[in-house]
């Protein structure tokens, strides 16, 4: 196989490689309905079942959880409040709260977190307004919940009362506390106490339960996410980012929970730990609860029915005595999946973002991009000072593959009027006669291919880095390009990319073979077609990387071309 061919092949296979990953999108995309359509059989099939939910109920503990005092999991509340028919949440008072990084509303029916936006991070529909990451309108559902399990405590469904129905974190204060008092039933006074922080996105949720009664409690809490199945915000691109549930424990790491797999109770996951947290994910953005480590919970998947899920944790609250006061607290993150702050929040909650099949190459290339980006400011110049670091790591391995290329070049007549010479012959004789060609002229055939080889991988890598990484999102670079994750509104860049990838085409040999001649003219333009739909960082990284190998390649070319042509013999 001649270089030609190794290097049609190398394209073909990438190529492959990322139709291949479009189908997977495409399956992807197709699971809302196939979800919908089991949980609808779901639904009618375990009306009677040993489920651990009641409907929306509150969960019920597993046995490993569960006290002596018998769970009932009923909560007291008000008489029926309004329901909106689109979502199934009933609806109260809505509390606002606003800090500096989150516009949050509160109902007072069940106490949920219906909507939050943050203000730090822009929406894709508009720029002008903060993305919404929690939103409880129709057709989105993704709220926050909590409440707790026992004969008479209050849950989900709970109407609260509060003091006030606005609260805006003031300058000078460092944080602003919510509290929600549920009604009393037998002596028992429950509140919850919603904490936000100024610069954070933890929210610090908290279960204070007065026992004025006359038996102890032996109280649960859970804290849950409960959203549907289509992702705030969809990935455009033909690589799909995970949209579901995962869970990280110290035992078996991190795990993903598929939706599809909640809906047919197919999900695999640890139950009781001790450890860890469970979040719902999507594209860029976490809402994650992150109890203390070393207490004991319970983690829960479940489908609803329809279109709805939810996933969560159940902790114990203990023993609390009549005249005592017990509280349980777990936070709540809800925000962007940057991954230097979600490291130091938890344990293995920087794994959420993820580079796929190649992260051992991407995680380093998102450090080198993050160094870079904090002495410039500026990723797209990052982006550029990443790819002439790894053309300057590769250097010399690019330096022989060149040098394979203007060999092969100048000996492109000769090897012409060799096959000229076998045509129509035994064609075994022919690649034979072109090997002992290539160990007389001291010619690597297959050293072009080291530069193309080096780049696959980085290329793939830095795809995904661009694709998962929140930082770079609305990230701008220059003039027209303001979101290097998404693609180039003017294709400029790709077609100056077209245009590099002609260029480079020239410097190389010639393909002896017609259709090989045809197929490499039409890469370019094919490339370009491609680029067209790829985030502007990646396609900057290529037409760098592009540039810099020309510059190489036609000095290379020059220096090495007229050593390796023969003197002519004068007669």
């Known amino acids: 196989m001649d270089i030609k061919k190794l290097v049609l092949v190398m394209v073909f296979f990438t190529s492959g490689l990322f139709l291949w990953e479009e189908w997977q999108a495409g399956q992807h995309k ?40 018998q769970i009932k999991g009923t909560g007291s509340g008000e008489d029926a409040a309004p329901v909106a028919a689109s979502t199934g949440l009933e609806s109260g008072t809505r509390i606002t709260v606003k800090t500096d990084m989150v516009l949050a509303v509160i109902d007072t029916a069940g106490g949920d977190i219906r909507d939050l936006d943050l203000l730090n991070h822009p929406s894709r529909a508009d720029k002008s307004i903060p993305f919404a990451l929690l939103q409880s309108e129709f057709p989105r559902v993704n709220v926050a919940q909590s409440g707790l399990i026992g004969e008479g405590l209050p849950t989900h469904q709970t109407h609260y009362t509060t003091e006030s129905e606005s609260y805006t974190l003031a300058a000078g204060e460092d944080k602003i506390e919510i509290r929600l008092s549920a009604p009393e039933v037998e002596g028992i006074k429950a509140t919850k106490i919603y904490t936000f922080h100024r610069g954070s996105y933890v929210i610090d949720v908290k279960f204070e339960i007065d026992n004025q009664g006359s038996k102890a409690l032996q109280p649960f809490s859970y804290f849950q996410v409960l959203r549907d199945v289509v992702p705030v915000e969809a990935s455009m691109f033909i690589m799909p980012q995970f949209n579901g549930a995962t869970v990280y424990t110290e035992e078996e790491k991190f795990q993903k929970i598929p939706l599809d797999e909640i809906a047919d109770e197919t999900a695999t996951y640890p139950k009781n730990t001790d450890n860890g947290w469970l979040a719902m994910q999507e594209h860029y953005f976490l809402t994650a609860w992150l109890p203390k480590a070393g207490t004991k919970r319970e983690n829960f998947a479940k489908h609803h029915g329809g279109y709805k899920y939810s996933a969560g944790i159940i902790v114990p609250a203990g023993t609390i005595q009549p005249g005592e006061i017990g509280r349980v607290a777990v936070p709540l993150y809800v925000g962007p999946q940057e991954q230097s702050k979600l490291a130091a929040l938890a344990p293995g909650l920087d794994l959420v973002v993820d580079y796929g099949w190649l992260t051992v190459i991407g995680a380093p290339l998102f450090w080198l991009l993050s160094f870079f980006h904090s002495w410039t400011g500026n990723w797209g110049v990052a982006i550029i000072l990443l790819t002439m670091l790894v053309k300057l790591i590769f250097f010399p391995l690019s330096a022989a593959g060149y040098r394979s290329m203007a060999k092969l070049k100048a000996v492109a007549p000769r090897l012409k009027t060799l096959r000229e010479q076998h045509k129509g012959k035994d064609k075994q004789k022919m690649n034979q006669a072109m090997m002992e060609f290539y160990k007389t002229e001291k010619i690597n055939p297959m050293g072009g291919c080291l530069p193309i080889l080096v780049q696959i991988p980085i290329f793939i890598s830095l795809y995904w880095v661009l694709l998962a990484s929140v930082e770079l999102r609305y990230a701008p670079f220059a003039l027209w390009i303001k979101d290097l994750s998404m693609p180039d509104p003017y294709y400029v860049l790709p077609v100056i990319m077209g245009i590099s990838m002609y260029i480079q085409t020239k410097l190389n040999p010639a393909a002896t073979d017609p259709i090989q001649q045809k197929v490499m003219q039409l890469m370019p333009l094919v490339f370009s077609i491609f680029f067209f739909f790829f985030p502007a960082g990646l396609v900057l990284y290529s037409l760098v990387n592009n540039t810099l190998s020309i510059l190489q390649q036609w000095q290379i070319t020059r220096m090495y071309a007229p050593s390796t042509v023969p003197a002519v013999k004068k007669k």
Request: charged fraction near 20%; hydrophobic fraction near 30%.
């Open 30 to 69: 197709s699971t809302a309905p196939q979800v919908a359509t089991t949980a609808n059989k779901a639904a009618q099939g375990t009306a009677g079942s040993d489920s651990k939910f009641e409907d929306d109920g509150a969960p019920v503990p597993g046995e490993k959880l569960v006290s002596s005092q």
